[in-house]
Every structure is written in C-alpha cells, then in structure tokens.
C-alpha cells in the first residue's frame, strides 16, 4: 500500500469532452452547370402540349387503292386525233426503169476487199481421258529446238568467255618464259613437286596429331590461344597442299 499513488484530481477531467468531426471539403459544381439545365429545358418544353397534336385526320374514301402508284399516260381529250408534223417530203421510189447513179463511193470498198480467211485451229495435245489439252508447240512432243538455224553451235558469250581465256593463259605463259629467260622464275620438276607435297602433307599430321592432344576443358587464355594457332596452321596447310596438287606446273623465284 505504500508504493500506491492516486491520480490527481482536476475539474476539467469531469467535463465531457467535445467531439470534433471530420469536415469534408465543400461539393464539386461545374461552372456549366446553369447552361446545361437551360439547354435541358429548352428542348423538354418544346413537346409539352395539352394533349396530343391536332391532325387532320384521313377520309374515308381517299384509301389507298390498287394500281394508284403506277405511272400512267395522261389520258386523252375525246374527239382529238393524233397530228404529225413534216418538215420535208421523202423523195420517191425509184422506178425499175430509171438508170442508177453512177460514180458513187462508199467508205469500204467491197470489191477490193478480200474475203476473209477461216482461221485453222490451233494443233493441241489431250493428256488425260478427261479432255485436259494444252498447246501442242509447249507440250515438248514437236522436234522445234533442232530446227532452229543456231541449233548445235556453241553460244556467243561461251565463245567470248573462251577466248579470253585463251588471251589470259597466253600472256600468262609469255610472262613466264620472259621470267624464265632473264634467269629470274625457276620451274619445279615433278620429283621436287612431290617431295614438297609430302613435306606439306607430313607436316600437317604432326599439326593434327598435337592439336588432338589439347584437353577437352579450355578454360584458360593460354589454352584458347594455342587451339587457334593450331587451327590455323592446319587450315594454311590445308590451302598449300590444294594449290599444290591442283597445278602441275609451278615457278619459283630462283632467289
């Protein structure tokens, strides 16, 4: 009981307390508002009436009757005939009697022109029991590529493609035996030929036979520089030993 305090007394804790509400903010009016209420009664009130219209309503006798709607021709006043009017009078029959004129010319000229040739029909091929044709020229089965006046010689542009051809290889081989003769080219023999084509070919297997020996995991820059310095030996390798097995003449610089 003795660490027990009470609280202190005040008159103001006996007063209620005041609630104080949340005060919402005042209602959104659009500025238009009084002219949209004008528009809205000015065309509400214009079909206020006391009562429906006043309507002349239909007679009897004025229904609708078959045929009404279809257009007629006016019809004719009693005792009128038709006129006709003429502006000249045709000139006669000629009798049988009379000469006809002479000298007269039309714009097609009946004498001159020749009859008209039947056109013939065009040769096709049936190809199957239904009837399906097609043009007997297009169907492969006349000879009409033997026939024309270039048939077995040989093209323009094959013959221009040839003979330079032939021009290249012939300055080709006169700048060669120039070379040869001032002593500068020098030709391979056959023997050489093949004893560097081994050489080439040796060395290759060497190439391949180390590039086989690299370890499957490559994780290094050292490991991936080596592979490709392999891989590209072996490809200029690859491109020497071609060059020397297609040509079967070769030149070298004697220096």
Not at 157 to 175: D, I, K, S
Not at 182 to 191: D, F, I, V, Y
Request: hydrophobic share 30%; proline share 9%; with cysteine.
């Amino acid at each position: 009981m003795s660490g027990f305090v009470y609280p202190l007394e005040s008159v103001y804790s006996v007063l209620p307390n005041e609630e104080i509400g949340t005060q919402k903010p005042p209602r959104y009016m659009s500025k238009f508002r009084p002219t949209v209420i004008l528009e809205h009664k000015s065309t509400k009130d214009v079909a206020r009436t006391m009562g429906p219209a006043k309507v002349e309503m239909p007679s009897p006798d004025k229904y609708l009757k078959k045929h009404s709607k279809e257009s007629r021709l006016p019809e004719k006043a009693p005792g009128l005939r038709e006129t006709r009017s003429y502006s000249a009078r045709k000139p006669p029959v000629p009798a049988r009697t009379d000469q006809p004129l002479m000298g007269l010319q039309t714009k097609r000229d009946f004498l001159k022109t020749a009859p008209a040739v039947p056109v013939k029909p065009r040769p096709t091929c049936v190809d199957t029991r239904k009837g399906h044709k097609q043009p007997l020229e297009n169907s492969g089965l006349l000879p009409k590529y033997i026939k024309k006046k270039d048939f077995g010689e040989v093209p323009e542009y094959l013959q221009q493609r040839n003979a330079e051809q032939r021009r290249a290889q012939e300055e080709l081989r006169n700048f060669l035996e120039e070379q040869k003769e001032q002593g500068a080219m020098k030709q391979l023999s056959e023997e050489e030929r093949q004893k560097i084509l081994e050489g080439l070919k040796k060395n290759w297997d060497l190439v391949y036979h180390e590039y086989q020996g690299i370890s499957l995991v490559i994780d290094t820059i050292t490991k991936k520089a080596h592979k490709m310095q392999l891989e590209e030996k072996m490809e200029q390798l690859h491109k020497d030993i071609n060059l020397i097995e297609r040509f079967k003449t070769i030149y070298i610089p004697q220096n």
